[in-house]
Structure formats: C-alpha cells, structure tokens
C-alpha cells in the first residue's frame, strides 16, 4: 500500500461527504457528511505528514478535529432547537434567513 | 468738522430710519411715518449745508474725496468705499433729499388710509438711501449697490398693493427689465476691470484716454445699455407705464428725483469714458432723439393721467439723455433740464395725486373736466408745472429745454439737422399731450357723475363723485414744488450759475453756435408749443370731450398701446426666451434626469435578479460552493499544462 492509495481513498470519503452534505435534506445526515470530509481531509494531512516525515500535519490534523468538535457541539444544539421549534430537522425548512 | 466729511450721514440716516420703521414692524405704526419724514427732511438738511459750506469754497476745491473704508480688496483689484461730494453729486444729493422730502410729507396725508403706511415709509427711505449712495458713490462698484438699491425699492413701492395681481407683475416687470440694463452696468465694470484695472472714478477716468478706443467703445455702449434699463430709455422703456401701479408718490419719487434720473447721471458721470467713445455717444444721443418722440407720441393717447405722466417723463428723459449724448455742450444741460423737470414733474404728479385723492382714485381722465373750481390749488399747482414743462418763458422749463433743443443743433454733418428737428418736433408734441391732460383734466364740461344729470335719463353706473380740495399736508409740497417750477429755472440759468457751478465736473465748455440763429431757435420753439397747446385747447377744452375713448386712428391706437413696445418684447425675446427654457427643462428631465433615474432603475433591476440567488437554501449555497471549486481547481490544472 502506497501513500497514493491513501490520498485516494480521501479524495473518495471527501466526495462521498460532499454528495451526502448536497444531496440528503435531513440536518443530521448532512452533518454526518460534514465529519465524513473533514476526517478525509484529516486523512491526507497524516499522509502528507508521513510523506514529508515531520508532524507538522499531524498537528494541523489535531486542531481540525478540536474544531469539528466544537462545530459539532454548537451544530447539533442549533439542530435540536430548530427540531425542537419546527417539529422538523430538514435543511430546505430552515431558510429563514433568507430574509 | 467741516460738514463734507459728515457726507455719509446723508446715506446713513435714512437707511437707519428704514431699517427701525422695518424692523419695529408694527409697533413703530403710530409714529412711523413721522420718522420716515424727519430721515428725509434731516438729509436735506444736511445737504443744504453740505452746499453752502462748498457755495463757500473756490471753484476747484469744491471736488471732496472721502474715503471711508477698504471695500473689496482682492488681489490686484481693491475697491475702497468712499464717497465723492463734488457739485454734480451735490445737486442730485440736494434734488432727492428736497423733493424726496416734499414727496414724504405729501405721503403722509396721500396714505392716511392705508394699513401699512409704516412699510410704506421704509421703503421711501430705503429708495432715498439706495438713490444717495448711486450718486454719492465714488466708483462704479458702489455705485452698483446704489444701483440695485434703487431697482429694490422702486419694486418694493411698484408692487405696493401687490394683493392685486396686474401690481405685482407690473413690479416684476420692472423689476426684470431693470436687471437687463444692470448686466449693461456689470459688463462695464468687467470690461473697466480687464483693460484698466481699477472701478474707481478716479482711476477710470485718469487712464481713459490712454486707452484703446474699441474697449472704451464696449464700455460706452455697456453704460448706455444701463441706463437705457434705468432711465426707461428704448429699448427699455416699456416698465415705465407699468410702474404707474404704485402709490402716486412713489410715481412722483421715481419720475422726478430718482431712478429715472440715474441713467442720466451714469452718463453724464461718465463723460470722460464717453470723450473717448464718439460712437457711444452718438448711440445715446440717438437713443434719446428716439426715446424722446416715442414719449411723446405715446403720451398723446393715453386717457390714464398717471401714463400720461409717465409717458412724459420717459420724453423729459429723452431729451436730457440727448443732450447728454451730446457730449460736452450739452451736459451741463442735461442735468439743469434733469433739475428743472425734477420740480415741475414731481409737482404734477402730487397734483395727479391730489386729483386721484378727491376723485376716488379715479385716473381717467375723460371722467374728470372742470375740476379747476373744485380744487383751486391743485389746479394752480399743477398749472405752473404744465407751463414749466411746455417751456413757456420764464417759467422753469424754458431755460433747461430750450438750452438742450438750442444744443441739438450745434455740431456738424447731418447730426444738428436730425437731432435738431427731433427735440424742436419734440418740443410741440409734448406740449400737445400736456395741455391735452390739463384740459382734459381741469377745464371743460365736467364728465364725472355730481350726481345732477341722471334726471334727463343720463344714468350712469359710476358713483357720485364730490370733487374736493387736499388737506394742508398734500397742498403744502405741491405749492412749494410749484414756486421751484416758476422760478428755479430761470433763478439758475441767469448769468449761467449753474453751468458754472457744473463746470468743476463737466469743465468749461466755449459758446458754440448753433446752425441757425439763436433767436430763431427760441423763436420757432415757442411758436410750435402754442401751435401745440392751441390744438389741445380745440380739440380738449373747448369742444366736448367724449368719455368713452373714439376707435382713433392707427397712429392712435398703436400708441395706446404702447407702440406694441409690448408685444415687440414679448415676440423677440420673452417667448423664444421661453421656448428654449422649454426645451431645457425637457431635456432636463428626459436627459440628464433619465440617465440618472435609469441608473437608478438598472441597479434595482440588477439587484432583483441577483436576489433570487439568496434562496437561504444551505444545500443549494454548498453546490455553487462545491461547482465555483471544481470550477478553480479545473482553471488552476488546465493553465498549468
């Protein structure tokens, strides 16, 4: 297994988020694509790391998942609120600030 | 403190006193027309003492400079305001403050009735104050404000009654037509400005004649255009009948002892501008020669005494901007005629006034007749300025007019032969229109309702008429007004006083002969004014007078009208005027508004499309997202082969 194995393998786990993230109304299946591309960017970082031999990815690789972390918290507390108020976790309810 | 110094009081207090009765308003209403009074009559004073102090000095020394203070100072031009009591402002300064005087005293019985008598009073101080600094002034730039000060005034006074609307416009016509002759007054100041540098008399003159003869030439015609506008010369006379739509005072204060008179002094100011510009000068003897048969002829046909007045006045002018045009041999006349015609026009308009005031405000004058018993002084009065101004020896007019016809004939070349004729014709249609009004007006069967005739089936609609005779305060200044008409003339022009008093400012001019005797001059004058005044008496005071006005014929008709001075303006200059705003305006609003309208409406519309983006749908933001980065990347490979 080469490192191109990896990147490819990231570049699919990217497109397989970014179709889920455009294609699935649901807010929860849609955040769940927003991890799914985050992790494979996270997946080329480490491989770059591996590649250049030093860490500096692997660090950056770090500060993206305290970050997905973050946007996971604040993320899912909006989508129960909106659920909560509308009765509904759909992506294509929620333009109100359209306006 | 020699009283010369203390000039710019004469200025001063009158504004002063407009300035109270204008911003007391109302509470000055009890006491105001008093002050307006004693403003007018302290400047007289003042200038009878300026006068004897300079009577007082040798001929030379009577030219005061005052400087009062730096005016404009602007780079290479600095104006200084300062005043220049020399004989000629002298004499105007005492024709305004003595007749203004009479003029504000009259006022107070003439408006008795009147509301707003106060603002009448300010307005008559404000005009007086504008009139001095105009003749006070000792350059053209404060002459200017003097200048407008005057045109202000008179539209203020004219527009008086402006409740009713035909005042109100005849004001704005005054006031408009005025502002056409100013431009003339403005263009020379530029032109002044550009080839000499300096707006000051002093300057002005000094270098006048070193300088090219075409800008003096610009700078002459532009003077003659201003005064033209303020002295109702052709082609600008047309506000002048109009401006009858003021209260008769203001008529008498305009016609006899100011605005009118302006055009006359710019000219006679001027003289050394003019030396310089022998074409200039023919332009406005010309103009006056034309403005002094227009006058006349119009005033031949007008039934409102007032017009006829005015109609007079325009002619005076006429023959004192000719004889102005005449250069040097005819200045000095110019301003004695100014002078004379000063008392004995300001003399007939109180007594218009005072007829206006026991006939109901009536001024038809083919309603009045017989009014002689009925007002004895009025009939006097005005009597002795009828023949003061038909010249009639050795009442006032004689001496002036005589002298400028007797001027109009010197010269060479065909000029005394068109000139001359002109002022002797002149001479005999005035005295024609004259005396048509003093019949018309004084003598005759009466043709106002005494409320008598309606038994013989004569019913008439107009009200009961009671002829009578004007308080003290109106006839005092007419009788007054009526002794300078009979004796100031010939008091003045005995042993030449005044052309000598004149000649510090117009200097000495030999005795030129005119080419044709004297006496036949003098002789044939006469005889044209009786022949005139004999044809009036026929035609007005001895046969029946109708009151409705004949048909007339054309030459008639079209002098009531005006000459179609009227209709001429407003088809050559007031509706092309018009049309091409017209078409500014449109263009205005399709052109340069459209473009901005339609930038306006292409943003809205741009905007509008580009809304429809903002669907707040976050799958369809990510897909643009997600389309503009394939999109990148694609651009970043393909340039990279």
């Known amino acids: 297994m080469t490192l191109v194995h990896y990147l490819v393998l990231s570049g699919i786990l990217f497109s397989i988020g970014a179709v889920a993230v455009l294609v699935r109304r649901n807010a929860l299946v849609a955040f769940m694509g927003v991890e799914l591309m985050l992790n494979a960017a996270n997946l080329t970082l480490v491989t770059f790391a591996r590649m250049h031999g030093d860490l500096q990815g692997q660090v950056i690789a770090f500060f993206v998942m305290v970050v997905a972390a973050a946007e996971v918290v604040i993320g899912l507390a909006i989508i129960v609120s909106i659920h909560r108020t509308r009765g509904s976790a759909s992506l294509d309810d929620a333009n109100l600030l359209k306006n | ?641």
């Open chain 2, 1 to 641: 403190m020699p009283l010369t110094s203390l000039a710019w009081l004469l200025v001063a207090i009158p504004l002063v006193s407009a300035a109270v009765l204008l911003v007391g308003g109302r509470r000055t209403d009890a006491w105001g027309h008093w002050l307006g009074v004693v403003a007018a009559g302290a400047a007289a004073l003042l200038g009878i003492g300026i006068l004897l102090e300079l009577l007082g000095q040798p001929g030379e020394d009577r030219i005061h400079s005052i400087h009062l203070f730096s005016w404009i100072p602007a780079g290479d031009l600095s104006v200084d305001a300062g005043l220049l009591v020399d004989p000629l402002s002298m004499t105007f300064v005492l024709l305004i403050t003595f007749v203004g005087a009479l003029i504000h005293i009259y006022s107070v019985a003439y408006m008795a009735h009147d509301d707003s008598r106060r603002r009448f009073f300010a307005y008559l101080n404000l005009f007086v104050a504008a009139m001095l600094v105009l003749v006070l002034a000792d350059s053209y730039a404060l002459l200017f404000v003097g200048w407008e000060g005057v045109g202000l005034a008179s539209y203020l006074l004219i527009g008086f009654w402006n409740h009713r609307t035909e005042y109100a416009v005849a004001a704005k016509k005054a006031f408009v037509m005025n502002r056409v002759g100013d431009m003339g007054l403005l263009v020379a100041m530029m032109l002044m400005f550009a080839s000499i540098g300096a707006v000051d008399f002093e300057g002005v003159f000094a270098a006048a004649a070193g300088t090219n003869e075409g800008v003096l030439t610009a700078t002459g015609l532009m003077l003659v255009l201003a005064a033209c506008g303020k002295s109702a010369q052709f082609p600008l006379q047309a506000w002048l009948g109009d401006a009858m739509a003021g209260p008769t005072p203001v008529s008498a204060l305009i016609h006899a002892a100011t605005m009118v008179t302006a055009g006359v002094y710019l000219i006679v100011r001027s003289a050394p501008v003019f030396e310089g510009a022998p074409t200039a000068q023919l332009v406005a003897a010309i103009i006056g020669a034309v403005t002094l048969l227009f006058g006349a002829i119009v005033g031949c046909a007008k039934d409102d005494i007032k017009k006829t007045l005015a109609a007079s006045t325009m002619s005076q002018i006429g023959y004192m901007v000719l004889a102005a045009g005449l250069g040097p041999i005819g200045y000095a006349f110019a301003i004695f005629h100014l002078l004379t015609h000063g008392f004995f026009k300001a003399g007939m308009f109180l007594g218009a006034g005072s007829v206006m005031h026991g006939m109901g405000d009536e001024v038809n004058m083919r309603k009045f007749g017989a009014l002689r018993r009925s007002m004895q002084i009025t009939w006097i009065t005005f009597g002795a300025g009828w023949l003061a101004i038909l010249g009639i020896p050795p009442f006032s007019g004689f001496w002036s007019k005589d002298k400028i016809i007797e001027a109009a004939f010197v010269g060479d070349g065909w000029q005394p032969w068109v000139f001359g004729p002109i002022a002797l014709l002149g001479a005999g249609i005035t005295a024609f229109y004259m005396s048509r009004l003093f019949f018309m007006t004084f003598h005759g069967k009466a043709r106002w309702n005494d409320g008598t005739d309606t038994a013989g089936g004569n019913v008439t609609e107009d009200p009961v008429q009671h002829p009578h005779e004007s308080p003290a305060l109106m006839t005092v200044p007419m009788i007054i007004l009526a002794v300078g008409s009979v004796a100031l003339g010939g008091l003045l022009a005995i042993g030449d006083t005044f052309t000598h008093w004149l000649e510090p400012v117009t200097g000495h001019v030999e005795h030129h002969e005119p080419v044709l005797p004297i006496p036949l001059l003098i002789a044939a004058t006469i005889a044209l004014v009786l022949l005139g005044a004999f044809l009036a008496w026929r035609q007005y005071g001895a046969a029946a007078v109708p009151v409705a006005p004949p048909r007339g014929s054309v030459l008639t008709r079209a002098a009531r009208a005006d000459l179609y001075q009227d209709t001429v303006n407003e088809t050559v200059f007031a509706t092309p005027g018009a049309r091409m705003t017209e078409v500014l305006t449109d263009a205005d609003t399709s052109v340069v508004d459209g473009a901005a309208r339609g930038l306006g409406t292409g943003a809205v519309g741009l905007g509008n499309r580009w809304r429809r983006l903002q669907t707040g749908f976050v799958r369809s933001y990510a897909s643009i997202m997600v389309v503009g980065v394939v999109l990148a990347v694609v651009v970043v490979l393909a340039t990279r082969v």
